[in-house]
C-alpha cells in the first residue's frame, strides 16, 4: 500500500515537472524563429554588400548609369531588410537595438558617399570634356603661326602625359622616373617656350593647366570617397556577420537545451514507469 501510495506521489511529481520541461520546450521552440530570422538576415546583409562592392567596380571600369540605378537598389533593399527585421520584433533594448541603429547609421552614410563619388567622377568627366573643346581653340592659334608643326608635337606631348597619368595614376610609379605630372609641367613649358610668349597661346595653356588641376582635385577627392565606401561596407557587412554569428549561436544553444530537457523528461517518465511497474508486480 506504502509503495502504491509513493508510486502516486512520484507520478503527480512526474507530471508537475513535465509540465514545467514543457513550458521550458515551448520557450525554447519560440525562440527558433528569432534565431533562424538573423541567419537570414545576415546573409542577406552580406550579399548586398557583395553586390554593391561589384557594381562599383563595373562603374569605375564601364562608366555604365544603369549600375548607379542597381546600386541604389541594393541600398533601398537594405533599408527594408532592415525595416522587415524591426518590425518583425526580433531586435531588444540591448546589443541588438544598437546593432539597427549602426546599421541604419552606416547604410546613410553609404548613401551619401556613394552620390559623392557619382558627382566626382561626372566632374572628371566633365574636365576631360573641357579639355578636348580646349584643345580645338589651342590648334586654331597652333595653326595660324609659322611652323606649327613642333607646335603640333608640343601638344600632343602635353596630352600624351596626361593620358599616361589617366591610365597608369593607380600604379606604383617607377623610383628613378619622374611622375605624369612633372612631364607634362615640361612639356607645356616646352610648347610655351616654341611659342615665343604668344599671349593668346598663354592663356589658353593656363586654362588648360586649371582644368587638369581640377581633375587631379576631383580623382583625389574620388580616391578618398572610395575609401570611405569600403570602410561603410565593411560596416554593414560586420553588423551582418555578427548577426549570422549571434543566430547561429544562439539555434545552437537551442538545439543542446531542447535535447537536454528531451532526455531528462524521457528518463524521468522511464524511471516513473519502472516503479508503476514494479509496485504492481509485487
Known amino acids: 500500500m506504502k509503495l502504491a501510495k509513493a508510486a502516486i506521489?512520484?507520478?503527480?511529481?512526474?507530471?508537475?515537472?513535465?509540465?514545467?520541461?514543457g513550458t521550458l520546450l515551448l520557450l525554447q521552440v519560440r525562440?527558433?524563429?528569432?534565431?533562424t530570422r538573423m541567419v537570414d538576415t545576415g546573409k542577406k546583409i552580406a550579399e548586398s554588400?557583395?553586390?554593391?562592392e561589384?557594381?562599383?567596380q563595373a562603374y569605375l571600369l564601364y562608366r555604365r548609369e544603369d549600375v548607379v540605378d542597381k546600386?541604389?537598389?541594393t541600398i533601398d533593399d537594405l533599408r527594408k531588410l532592415q525595416s522587415s527585421y524591426e518590425k518583425a520584433g526580433i531586435a531588444g533594448k540591448g546589443t541588438e537595438s544598437v546593432e539597427l541603429s549602426a546599421w541604419e547609421e552606416a547604410?546613410?552614410?553609404y548613401e551619401r558617399l556613394f552620390d559623392q563619388f557619382v558627382l566626382y567622377r561626372k566632374a572628371v568627366e566633365n574636365n576631360i570634356a573641357e579639355i578636348r573643346d580646349l584643345e580645338k581653340s589651342i590648334l586654331a592659334v597652333i595653326y595660324s603661326k609659322m611652323n606649327p608643326e613642333r607646335g603640333i608635337i608640343g601638344l600632343q606631348e602635353v596630352r600624351?602625359?596626361?593620358k599616361g597619368y589617366l591610365l597608369y595614376r593607380n600604379h606604383p610609379e617607377p623610383p628613378d622616373e619622374r611622375s605624369f605630372q612633372d612631364k607634362?609641367?615640361?612639356a607645356v613649358a616646352n610648347l610655351l617656350v616654341w611659342a615665343h610668349d604668344d599671349k593668346r597661346i598663354e592663356e589658353l595653356m593656363g586654362k588648360d593647366d586649371e582644368l587638369f588641376n581640377e581633375i587631379l582635385s576631383n580623382y583625389e577627392s574620388q580616391d578618398n570617397t572610395i575609401l570611405s565606401l569600403k570602410r561603410e561596407s565593411r560596416r554593414i557587412q560586420g553588423i551582418g556577420e555578427r548577426l549570422f554569428e549571434e543566430g547561429n549561436k544562439g539555434l545552437k544553444i537551442t538545439q543542446h537545451r531542447c535535447a537536454f530537457l528531451s532526455v531528462t523528461l524521457l528518463v524521468m517518465w522511464m524511471i516513473v514507469g519502472i516503479a508503476i511497474v514494479s509496485t504492481r508486480l509485487r
Do not use: G, W
Open 71 to 73: 546600386i541604389r537598389d
Open 9 to 21: 506521489a512520484a507520478f503527480c511529481v512526474c507530471v508537475a515537472l513535465s509540465l514545467i520541461i
Open 107 to 109: 547604410t546613410n552614410l
Open 49 to 52: 554588400v557583395l553586390e554593391m
Open 31 to 35: 525562440a527558433i524563429p528569432k534565431y
Open 54 to 56: 561589384l557594381q562599383e
Open 160 to 162: 600624351i602625359h596626361e
Open 184 to 186: 607634362r609641367k615640361e
